[in-house]
C-alpha cells in the first residue's frame, strides 16, 4: 500500500495533499515519536489535580495476550488519556507480577530458568501491549521479582511481622508496644488472638525465657507462624493447595495426598475483618463486589458456650460458637472437627477403632471437598457426653468431617429440629431427637421456619428469637459458661509457599526461634538454582541449596518463598515512587497520588488480591508510612471476553472426518480445531492437515463441497484454541480500530463473546472518517468558515454524550454516538475546522493515532494529548422549532415545524394554510381547532 507522506498539510501553509488511511504508517509513526518525546512521561510535582488510574497488572504467561486481556487495559486507557484531556494530571502505570507456582512449573517441565522464561515472557507482552497503543509511563515499570522491588516487599513484610493489632486502638502498632504493656501489667487488657486460654502477670512476663516471650509475641504478631493442617502429597515430596487435589490424590499424577500439620506463616487478616467490613462503605466498588467481600468476611453476632465433658477433668470443656443461643434447649448431640485437640482426649476406648478408621479416611478428603454440599454423611461416635449447660441433659459427642478446625471452635451443638444438616445426620445415625418445644421428633422433617426457629423451649416457649437469645447470653455470662461473642467466617490467610519462585522470607531461625533479618541486609535475594525439586519433609526447593540456608551453627533461613499475592498486595504504591532506594515510596509521592482513583480488574480476585491489598495499606497506614487505609476508591470489573470455538467431527476409530449437517450420520468424537484456519464455520481443510501431525492423512466427508464446523461460545483458552492475538487483528485493522471494536461489543461490566466479523464495521467508520477531511480527488478539504447550525448541533450532541459516556465508562455507547455524529457530518458535507477539530479531540482517547494525525495536519505543533477538551454548549442544541402532529378528527395527517414560541394564533392560521392539509378537509369546514401546545393540532371537521 503507497503512502504518501504529508508535509505539513495545513491551512497555516496553504499546501493541500491527498492521503489515503493508512494506518500501519500513521501507528507506527505516532508511537515512536510518543516513545522518544517521553508523551506519557508522569511528574510528581504539577499544580493539575490528580487522577490514578490502574489496570490489575498481569501475570506474564508464555502464551501472551489474546483479544480478552486488553479489554480491561483498553477501558482505563480511554479513561486515562480523556482525564489528561481534561486537565488532569494522570499517573497510568504498568507493570508485571513475576513471581508465581505458573513460572516453576514451566520451568519443570521445559528445563528453562524461571527468570529466563519470566524475562521472554515480559518481552513479550510489552511488545503486544505497545502495539496496541496505550499510554504507560514505562519509566514507572515495576517487576515483582527483580530485587530492587521485592525487597521492599520484603521489608513491609518485616513491618507486619513487627506490629500487633491493638483491639482498644483498632490500629496496627510496633510490637514494642505491646511489651511495654506485659512489663506493666501482662496481657490482662490484651486477649492472646493466637491462644485466647494464655494469660499472665506483667511478674509472669519478666520471669520468662526469651525463647519463652518471642514464642508468646508471636501468638500476638500480625505476621505470625502456626502449626496448620496441610495437603502432603508423599510422591511429589510437596504441599498441594487446595484445588490441587481430586477425590484425595493429587491432580498432577494421581498420587495419594493425606493431611498432615506443618509450621506455616499466616497472615491475621482476621483482626481487620471489622475495619475490612466498615472500609466498603467509604469505596466505589459494585453491589456485588462488596457483597462478596462482605460474605468472604462473614461477620455473626452469637455466643460461646463451654459445654462440660463427662468424666473429664473441669478444666476440659468443648467451647462452641452459635448464633442461636436460644437454642441450646434442642441441642441433641455435639460434632467435633476430627481434627479438634479433643478428640484423642474424650475417645474411649471402645471407639479408639472406629474413630481411628474414620481419621484415616478424613486424611484422604480435600477441605474443598468437606466443604462442598454432598449427600453422603459420615462421621464416628466418640463414646463420650457432654453436659449441656443450661438444662444439665447428657448429650452424645460426635465427630464429622462436615465440621473443619479453622472454622469458629472447631465444634458446634446440633440442634436437629432446627437445622437440616444436623437432622440429616441424626436421622442417618439414629441418633434421638427431641422436639424443641417438648416431646419426640423422630419421624419428622426438620422445619426450621416455623416453630424451631421462631420459639424457643423450655421457660423461653414463645419468646421472640432475639429476646430469647439476649435472655440465654446474659444467663451464660452470670454462670461464667459462656459471653457474648462476634465472629468471622474468614480465616488468617496462608502465607508460605513451598515453591522457589518466589520472596524468600527476611526470616532466620536460631535453635528454632524466628528472628527477623536486619533491614540492613535486604534485598535477601532469591540463589540461582537449577534443581527446583521439593525440600525433605515437605519443605520449598530452597531447603536443597544448603550453603544458602545454613549460615551459622544453629542459624538457619526460611526455605519457604511468599505467595504471589505479597507482591501484588502494595505495587500500587511503588508505581508513585518506583526509583526510590530509600523506602518503599516517599511519603511526598504517596500523598500526592494517594489513593487508586479507577481500578480496573476482574471479579476473580474479589476474595483474594482485593482484600489482602486492603489490609496491608490499612497495616501501613496505622504505622504512618502512609495517609490512606483504602487503597482504591473506585472499582470497574470488566467483563470477560468469550471466545467462540470452532468444533470438527471424527469418525470413531479412524481419521476420516464429518461436516456438522453428517455427523448425526456417525459416532463421532467431537474435537477442538484452532478458529485461526476456520473462516466463519468454513474449515480450510488443508491449513487442518498441516496443523498438527496427526491431521496429516485426514479425509473429508463434505457438504455441498465444503467442511462445515461446530460452534459454541465458552472461555477464551490456548487450551480450546479458541485464542485469538491481537497481534493479528492490529495488522489487518490497526490498532485505533481494534481499540473502539473492543469497546464496541458491549459493557464494559459484562462478558460478551468475541466476534471478529464485527470489526469490519469500526474499520469502515474509521475511513469514513478520515473521508470528513480529505476527498479523493480534491485532496485535503478542510476549511475556515463557520458551521452550519446543524453542524453546530450535531458537534454539541456529541460532546454532551461522548462526556458523559467516558466519564461513566460506558464505551459501547460512546463509540455508537462517535459512528452517528460521522455520518450525520458526511450528509451535511460539513468540512468545516471548528467541527471537525473538536470531533478529534473527543475521539483521541479512544482511536489516539488517528486523532494525533489528523490534529497535527490540521496544523497544530503541540500535541493532542494535551488540548483543551470541548466544552458542551447548550445553546447549540436548543430546539427553536417543534415538529406538531396534525391530526383530523383524531387521525394523524402529517406533521408542520413550527416555531416554539408561536402563539395559538399564528399555530391555528399556519395549520389552516397548509395546502397539503386541504386535501384532506375535503372541503368540509373546520368546526373546531384544539392546541395543545408543544405537542399536537387536531382539526375537527
Not at 37 to 46: G, I, K, L, M, P
Not at 409 to 426: K, L, S
Not at 484 to 498: L, P
Amino acid at each position: 500500500m503507497p503512502y504518501y507522506c504529508l508535509l505539513t498539510a495545513s491551512e497555516k501553509t496553504g499546501y493541500k495533499i491527498f492521503m489515503e488511511y493508512n494506518f500501519r504508517s500513521i501507528e507506527q509513526k505516532w508511537q515512536q515519536q510518543w516513545e522518544a518525546t517521553h508523551a506519557y512521561r508522569v511528574s510528581n510535582d504539577s499544580d493539575k489535580p490528580k487522577c490514578y488510574v490502574l489496570d490489575m497488572f498481569p501475570y506474564p504467561s508464555g502464551a501472551g495476550l489474546h483479544v480478552g486481556h486488553p479489554l480491561g487495559y483498553i477501558s482505563s486507557d480511554i479513561y486515562a488519556r480523556y482525564k489528561r484531556l481534561k486537565g488532569f494530571n494522570v499517573l497510568h502505570p504498568m507493570g508485571y507480577d513475576a513471581f508465581g507456582l505458573p513460572a516453576e512449573q514451566y520451568a519443570l517441565e521445559t528445563g528453562q530458568h524461571p527468570a529466563v522464561t519470566t524475562e521472554n515472557n515480559i518481552h513479550t507482552f510489552r511488545k503486544q501491549l505497545d502495539n496496541i497503543g496505550f499510554c504507560y509511563d514505562w519509566e514507572r515499570q515495576v517487576k515483582t521479582s527483580e530485587p530492587a522491588y521485592y525487597k521492599w516487599t520484603q521489608w513491609i513484610f518485616l513491618q507486619i511481622f513487627n506490629s500487633w493489632f491493638n483491639r482498644h486502638t483498632q490500629k496496627a502498632e510496633p510490637i514494642h508496644t505491646l511489651i511495654q504493656v506485659f512489663e506493666k501489667e501482662g496481657n490482662v487488657r490484651h486477649e492472646c488472638p493466637g491462644d485466647r486460654h494464655l494469660h499472665f502477670s506483667s511478674a509472669q512476663w519478666t520471669a520468662y525465657d526469651e525463647a519463652t516471650q518471642l514464642n508468646v509475641l508471636m501468638q500476638y504478631r500480625l505476621a505470625f507462624l502456626a502449626y496448620a493442617e496441610v495437603n502432603w502429597c508423599e510422591a511429589l515430596g510437596t504441599v498441594l493447595a487446595n484445588d490441587e487435589v481430586v477425590n484425595g490424590v493429587s491432580e498432577r499424577g494421581g498420587f495419594p495426598v493425606v493431611k498432615k500439620k506443618m509450621r506455616q506463616w499466616f497472615m491475621r487478616i482476621t483482626e481487620y475483618a471489622n475495619r475490612l467490613l466498615e472500609g466498603l462503605e467509604t469505596v466505589a466498588f459494585s453491589d456485588s463486589m462488596k457483597e462478596m467481600q462482605r460474605n468472604w468476611i462473614g461477620k455473626s453476632q452469637g455466643a460461646e458456650i463451654k459445654f462440660a465433658i463427662k468424666g473429664a477433668p473441669a478444666e476440659e470443656f468443648i467451647t462452641v460458637y452459635t448464633t442461636r443461643p436460644d437454642t441450646i434447649y434442642g441441642v441433641d448431640f455435639m460434632v467435633l472437627a476430627p481434627e479438634h485437640d479433643l478428640v484423642k482426649l474424650i475417645t474411649t476406648p471402645e471407639q479408639q477403632a472406629t474413630i481411628n478408621s474414620y481419621l484415616d479416611y478424613v486424611q484422604s478428603r480435600s477441605e474443598r471437598e468437606r466443604m462442598a454440599e454432598v449427600k453422603q454423611i459420615t462421621g464416628a461416635f466418640t463414646g463420650a457426653y457432654a453436659i449441656n449447660p443450661i438444662s444439665g441433659q447428657e448429650v452424645p459427642v460426635w465427630i464429622s468431617e462436615y465440621v473443619l478446625a479453622g472454622y469458629g471452635t472447631g465444634a458446634i451443638m446440633a440442634v436437629p429440629c432446627g437445622d437440616q444438616r444436623d437432622f440429616g445426620f441424626a436421622k442417618h445415625f439414629n441418633i434421638p431427637i427431641t422436639n424443641i418445644l417438648g416431646g419426640d421428633f423422630n419421624g419428622q422433617e426438620a422445619n426450621p421456619t416455623k416453630d424451631a426457629i421462631l420459639h424457643n423451649s423450655g421457660p423461653l416457649n414463645g419468646t421472640p428469637m432475639r429476646e430469647a437469645s439476649e435472655v440465654v447470653i446474659r444467663e451464660l455470662e452470670h454462670k461464667s459458661i459462656g459471653r457474648r461473642q462476634i465472629n468471622y467466617k474468614m480465616r488468617d490467610a496462608g502465607f508460605s509457599r513451598q515453591r522457589y519462585w518466589g520472596e524468600p522470607f527476611p526470616i532466620v531461625f536460631k535453635n528454632g526461634v524466628a528472628y527477623p533479618v536486619d533491614e540492613k541486609e535486604l534485598p535477601l535475594e532469591l540463589p540461582h538454582i537449577e534443581n527446583y525439586k521439593p525440600g525433605p519433609e515437605g519443605e520449598g526447593p530452597l531447603a536443597n541449596v544448603t550453603e544458602w540456608v545454613n549460615i551459622a551453627p544453629g542459624v538457619r533461613r526460611e526455605t519457604n518463598t511468599m505467595p504471589g499475592y505479597a507482591g501484588s498486595s502494595w505495587y500500587f504504591l511503588r508505581y508513585a515512587d518506583p526509583h526510590n532506594t530509600a523506602t518503599f515510596a516517599s511519603r511526598h509521592a504517596t500523598d500526592y497520588w494517594n489513593q487508586v482513583d479507577v481500578y480496573v480488574g476482574g471479579t476473580e480476585h474479589a476474595v483474594g488480591h482485593l482484600l489482602y491489598s486492603r489490609m496491608w495499606t490499612k497495616v501501613l497506614c496505622d504505622l504512618d508510612f502512609i495517609g490512606f487505609d483504602e487503597p482504591f476508591k473506585k472499582l470497574i470489573n470488566q467483563g470477560m471476553i468469550q471466545g467462540s470455538s470452532r468444533f470438527v467431527y471424527r469418525v470413531k476409530g479412524t481419521n476420516q472426518y464429518v461436516s456438522l449437517g453428517l455427523k448425526d450420520q456417525y459416532e463421532t468424537d467431537r474435537l477442538h480445531v484452532d478458529v485461526n484456519i476456520v473462516d466463519g464455520i468454513l474449515l480450510n481443510t488443508e491449513a487442518f492437515r498441516q496443523w498438527k501431525a496427526e491431521f496429516a492423512d485426514a479425509t473429508f466427508l463434505l457438504e455441498n463441497g465444503q467442511y462445515l464446523c461446530g460452534t459454541e461460545v465458552e472461555k477464551m483458552s490456548k487450551s480450546k484454541y479458541n485464542t485469538v492475538n491481537p497481534n493479528e487483528l492490529v495488522e489487518k485493522y490497526g490498532a485505533d480500530t481494534f481499540r473502539m471494536y473492543e469497546m464496541f461489543l458491549g459493557p464494559v461490566e459484562q462478558s460478551k463473546p468475541w466476534d471478529t466479523k464485527g470489526i469490519e464495521g469500526v474499520h469502515r467508520f474509521l475511513k469514513k472518517l478520515w473521508r470528513l477531511f480529505y476527498d479523493e480527488q480534491k485532496g485535503w478539504i478542510v476549511t475556515g468558515e463557520q458551521p452550519a447550525p446543524e453542524a453546530l448541533k450535531i458537534l454539541h450532541k456529541t460532546i454532551q454524550k461522548i462526556d458523559y459516556d467516558t466519564e461513566h465508562f460506558s464505551y459501547n455507547t460512546a463509540v455508537s454516538q462517535f459512528m452517528i455524529c460521522v455520518n450525520e457530518l458526511a450528509t451535511l458535507k460539513a468540512r468545516q475546522r471548528a467541527v471537525l477539530e473538536p470531533l478529534l479531540i473527543l475521539l483521541a482517547p479512544y482511536a489516539p493515532h488517528i486523532a494525533a494525525e489528523l490534529w497535527h495536519t490540521l496544523g497544530h505543533e503541540s500535541s493532542i494529548l494535551d488540548a483543551t477538551y470541548p466544552l458542551f454548549d447548550e445553546q447549540y442544541v436548543k430546539e427553536s422549532a417543534f415538529n406538531y402532529p396534525v391530526a383530523i378528527n383524531g387521525k394523524t395527517r402529517l406533521e408542520m415545524s413550527l416555531p416554539l414560541d408561536a402563539d395559538n394564533t399564528t399555530i391555528e392560521a399556519a395549520v389552516l394554510a397548509n395546502e397539503d392539509l386541504k386535501k384532506w378537509l375535503e372541503n368540509k369546514p373546520v368546526k373546531r381547532v384544539i392546541i395543545v401546545k408543544g405537542r399536537m393540532v387536531n382539526l375537527v371537521i
